[in-house]
């Protein structure tokens, strides 16, 4: 080896090894208690904790140092997404390429479920076979990565399934919240849009209430489930200018057009004037108040320009911690003794 790479390859070793102490002292005796993450609801407030402590770092170490390392070689994820997807998709191929994972893509129109007629159990029981040691699943069925982590061995991860749950989302906006606000409990939480479609919302408001949070639901009484309030703790609003005032994060959904939410509102422009995150209203909360949305926005829909792309926005920041909790993720669900 030439000297000049020997002292590299030497470097990156001791980074390598100072980093996995880190690590390892971070973790200490904790670790997640199931198999898969499949709903907010298998997971306790302390393990909650533990992905975010573990967040923080590798946000250090390899987000922020653009780093790859070899944790997990030898180990194959498979990324089965059987609806659209931007961030949740690509953070989870990219997490699991810096942490050295072999990784491959299915989506519905390339597998043999789309015109051969295979079924999800027996394609998942295939992929099972062929010793995938993780599978990241998004479906439009609610339920569906339940079902399939219970027939399987490999390790299962919802990435989002149906209206019910999208459990890795609400880990990365906790996060990002503990990150911005230095706490968790105690802020003012305003969730405003199509509540009834997303499973955002789904994950995060049973998040948020492990903490004691108690968010504000707002938006028109035909996309918010009715009885909202007496299954999850929240307070449920139809004028956002009320919910909003003196919040401290401001969480704005999508209206998911996709899943007919055009047929509880009169017009996607009467929906803006009454529901979009505009300069004005965001006066009405506190002045450090942060903006959030779990993406795709839709400009002047969900957020004018000028908030969404404002200092008081945190929604490049969750990209990024979506990337950075997605590698704790990986780690925690495959790393250490469970490899
Ligand atoms: C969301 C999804 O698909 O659940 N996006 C995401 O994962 N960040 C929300 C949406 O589609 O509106």
Redesign the pocket.
Known sequence: LHPKRKKLWEEIGEWQEAFEKRLTDCIGKRKLSGKNIVSIDGLGRGEMDLIFDCTRLFKEFIVKQDRKINLLKGMSQVNFFF???T??RASFELAGKHLSIDTINISKGGSAMDKKGETLNDTARTLDKMHADIIIL?HSKAGTPMMIANQIKAVVVS??DGWHE?PT?ALLDLYTILEKKGKIAGNKVVIVGDIKH???AGSLIRALNKYGVEPNIAGPPTLIPFGLEKVFKCRVFHSLDDAIKGADVIYA??I?LERAAGADIPTVREYSKAYCINPARLLLAKPDAIVMH???INREVDLRTEVMDGPQSAVEDQVENGFASRLALLYLLLGGDRR
């Open positions: 609806e659209d997807s961030r949740t998004r990435g989002g999208h989302q997303s499973r955002v959904l999508r998911q779990p993406g795709p």
